[in-house]
């Protein structure tokens, strides 16, 4: 396929691909008796956009458009300003999910010709209002009750760290689970199984020396990084010496792991 146009983001539903640039959005069936065949080519002010069996989703100043595949807006979800902008959007099957840039949360039947939102708003944090990072990443299960987030920590507003866990939220029990991957691993992509909804599976790349404290729960005070010089062991450096070895010899690069996830039994490997 030849595009007249550049590619930003591209999403698939059935047999049917959506390219866009956050100027235009084009829509092709694809078939192997036909290859490619153009659908909708329209004006399409969207940086972020999903497709669904029947509508395309185009985020736009605080709401979100729902569009025929001819791009004419069918009707239209008004976000509030303290919910901030759409980053992120992933549709499967009749439920679709989505995250704004301050860490909301919202999970929609889309199944009708008007979308209803399932539960409440949930912010991406603990109970007692403990952050639990920047999300940058969704995916979301077949059943639309389980959503796999991929954050970074954010320890100062200008530094933001990779972040060697993964979370789910799970709707039905409005809580999250976490799974760290390794303390020098970071979840790149996110994919649940088409049809098992329990079934996850997860990208991981190796970044050196990234190493544990990485993520807020692991800060520590500055008496407890510096430890004087003499309180400094030759074990100590021996057994440092060892681990860098270790390191050395781990598998560097990248790497699928395949993951359980039910709320009676939380994340498995």
Same mark, same amino acid.
């Given at each position: 396929?030849?595009?007249?146009?550049?590619?930003?983001?591209?999403? /698939? /539903?059935?047999?049917?691909?959506?390219?866009?640039?956050?100027?235009?959005?084009?829509? %092709?069936? +694809?078939?192997?008796?036909?290859? =490619?065949?153009?659908?909708?080519?329209?004006?399409?002010?969207?940086?972020?956009?999903?497709?669904? $069996?029947?509508?395309?989703?185009?985020?736009? #100043?605080?709401?979100?458009?729902? /569009?025929?595949?001819?791009?004419?807006?069918?009707?239209?979800? $008004?976000?509030?300003?303290?919910?901030?902008? +759409? *980053?992120?959007?992933?549709?499967?099957?009749?439920?679709?999910?989505?995250?704004?840039?301050?860490?909301?949360?919202?999970?929609?039947?889309?199944?009708?010709?008007? %979308?209803?939102?399932?539960?409440?708003?949930?912010?991406?944090?603990?109970?007692?209002?403990?952050?639990?990072?920047?999300?940058?990443?969704?995916?979301?299960?077949? #059943?639309?009750?389980?959503?796999? *987030?991929?954050?970074?920590?954010?320890?100062? =507003?200008?530094?933001?760290?990779?972040?060697?866990?993964?979370?789910?939220?799970?709707?039905?029990?409005d809580n999250f689970m976490e799974f760290q991957v390794a303390n020098n691993r970071v =979840?790149?992509?996110?994919?649940?199984?088409?049809?098992?909804?329990?079934?996850?599976?997860?990208?991981?790349?190796?970044?050196?020396?990234?190493g544990k404290g990485t993520t807020l729960d692991q800060t520590a005070t500055e008496g407890?990084?510096? =430890?004087?010089?003499?309180?400094?062991?030759?074990?100590?450096?021996?057994?440092?010496?060892?681990?860098?070895?270790?390191?050395?010899?781990?598998?560097?690069?990248?790497?699928?792991?395949?993951?359980?996830?039910?709320?009676?039994?939380?994340?498995?490997?």
């Amino acid at each position: 396929m030849t595009l007249g146009m550049n590619i930003k983001g591209i999403d /698939c /539903c059935g047999n049917h691909i959506l390219f866009y640039n956050g100027k235009f959005a084009q829509i %092709y069936e +694809v078939s192997q008796q036909n290859g =490619p065949q153009l659908l909708g080519n329209f004006e399409a002010h969207s940086n972020v956009a999903a497709l669904t $069996q029947d509508s395309v989703v185009l985020s736009t #100043d605080n709401k979100l458009e729902i /569009c025929s595949y001819q791009g004419e807006v069918k009707h239209v979800l $008004q976000l509030t300003e303290n919910e901030g902008e +759409v *980053i992120s959007i992933d549709a499967r099957g009749r439920f679709m999910a989505v995250v704004t840039s301050n860490n909301m949360i919202k999970i929609f039947d889309i199944a009708r010709r008007q %979308y209803k939102q399932l539960g409440v708003t949930r912010k991406f944090e603990m109970k007692a209002n403990v952050p639990l990072g920047e999300i940058k990443d969704i995916s979301l299960n077949a #059943d639309g009750k389980k959503l796999c *987030i991929l954050a970074d920590q954010q320890p100062f =507003p200008s530094i933001r760290i990779p972040d060697t866990k993964f979370y789910i939220y799970d709707v039905d029990m409005d809580n999250f689970m976490e799974f760290q991957v390794a303390n020098n691993r970071v =979840p790149l992509e996110a994919f649940w199984d088409q049809n098992d909804k329990r079934l996850l599976a997860i990208e991981t790349e190796y970044v050196k020396d990234l190493g544990k404290g990485t993520t807020l729960d692991q800060t520590a005070t500055e008496g407890q990084l510096k =430890p004087g010089l003499d309180n400094i062991k030759l074990e100590e450096i021996d057994n440092d010496f060892k681990n860098n070895q270790k390191k050395e010899d781990e598998f560097q690069g990248k790497s699928i792991e395949t993951f359980f996830v039910t709320s009676d039994f939380k994340v498995k490997k």
